[in-house]
């Protein structure tokens, strides 16, 4: 099991950007896909982006396809959300996730390790 926090969240105004980072403390972690998702206030939680564990074939939901990339570091237990061209209905809690496999998944149910998320808030 990976032990996931997220971090960099913060309040930017539109048209800016913002890299979230996941440090996962498992020793296994280059060994896990990786995935964002975010949860819009009153919402369900969202697929945002993933990635393989080898860092191959990123995906992202159309909503964010074009301004966010998903990566990863695996000597550094990291992976990273870049979000450029933020905007105001890009304000959620984002989370990251983590499946053990070679597996690319966008679901929620493909993910069994989470992180506690973090707040990204877009003003207009």
């Known amino acids: 099991q990976e032990q996931l926090v997220e971090s960099g969240g913060g309040l930017v105004q539109a048209g800016g950007s913002l890299r979230l980072s996941c440090l996962g403390s498992?020793?296994?972690?280059?060994?896990?896909?990786m995935a964002w998702f975010r949860r819009v206030s009153g919402k369900e939680r969202e697929f945002v982006a993933a990635i393989k564990w080898d860092g191959g074939s990123p995906t992202y939901a159309d909503s964010v396809k074009g301004r966010f990339t998903i990566s990863r570091d695996s000597a550094k237990n990291t992976a990273y959300l870049q979000m450029n061209g933020l905007r105001p209905e890009d304000t959620a809690v984002y989370y990251c996730?983590?499946?053990?496999?070679?597996?690319?998944?966008?679901?929620?149910?493909?993910?069994?390790?989470w992180g506690q998320g973090t707040q990204v808030t877009v003003s207009s």
């Open positions: 996730a983590a499946a053990y496999g070679p597996q690319l998944g966008t679901a929620l149910a493909n993910y069994n390790n």
């Open positions: 498992g020793r296994a972690f280059a060994g896990y896909a």
